[in-house]
């Protein structure tokens, strides 16, 4: 594929959104096509799984039933959205992917990091992103983030994770940096407890370096 593909992964008010936007605009004022897009989501089937996913109670489902229905939005947002825009060019920037599958429902909910990976190997094959920014921070700042941004939207806010408590998360940070230490090629960790611009600077560096936008 012509184009080239970039996560931004991490725990619970790391700035994804935030900092995958920033990327966005700096990779569009160099000429590029950028499709930026969000897991679970991304097309119209994978966004009505989302609203599954991020709504209800903390037991609304069990970990294999949450690690299927991820692996099922996912190929539908690859399939529609991920994989064309790829094929003409563009640069798909995605809130989100299969690192968050391993590190919610594997190292988070304790499912056999062996089953994760045979989802993920069943909905996307062998592809795989050309760059993941996983945006860390200690997990009482994220939580207190994510806190703030859903009092602030109150009437919309997402935040069945969020509530899955602090021991919930620490093995959510310590998957996540596991995954990037076993995948350094792929994988940069990105301090994001530093002000926003300083991480966009740290970001853009990376980018730059691997993969010459």
């Known amino acids: 594929m012509a184009g080239r593909f970039i996560t931004f992964e991490g725990g619970e ?3 994804k959104s935030t900092q995958l936007q920033l990327l966005a605009e700096a990779l569009a004022g160099r000429g590029r096509e950028v499709v930026t897009t969000r897991e679970p989501g991304g097309s119209p089937g994978a966004e009505d799984i989302r609203a599954l996913l991020v709504n209800g109670t903390v037991d609304r489902w069990d970990a294999t039933t ?3 229905l991820h692996s099922a939005a996912r190929r539908d947002h690859l399939v529609k959205t991920v994989w064309p825009a790829l094929g003409r060019g563009a640069w798909v ?3 989100r992917f299969a690192d968050s599958t391993l590190a919610y429902q594997g190292y988070g909910h304790g499912i056999a990091l062996e089953t994760v990976e045979a989802l993920t190997r069943l909905a996307i094959g062998e592809f795989s992103p050309d760059l993941t920014v996983i945006l860390d921070l200690p997990v009482e ?6 806190g703030g941004r859903a009092n602030a939207c ?3 806010a997402e935040d069945r994770y969020e509530r899955m408590g602090a021991a919930f998360h620490q093995r959510l940070r310590l998957g996540f940096l596991t995954i990037a230490g076993a995948d350094p090629e792929r994988c940069v960790v990105v301090d994001a407890s ?7 600077a740290d970001i853009l560096a990376v980018v730059e370096q691997r993969l010459a936008p």
């Open 13 to 15: 008010g790391g700035g």
């Open 66 to 68: 949450e690690a299927l």
């Open 93 to 95: 920037l995605c809130d």
């Open 141 to 146: 700042i994220g939580l207190a983030r994510a």
């Open 154 to 156: 109150a009437s919309s």
């Open 194 to 200: 530093k002000p926003v611009e300083e991480v966009r």
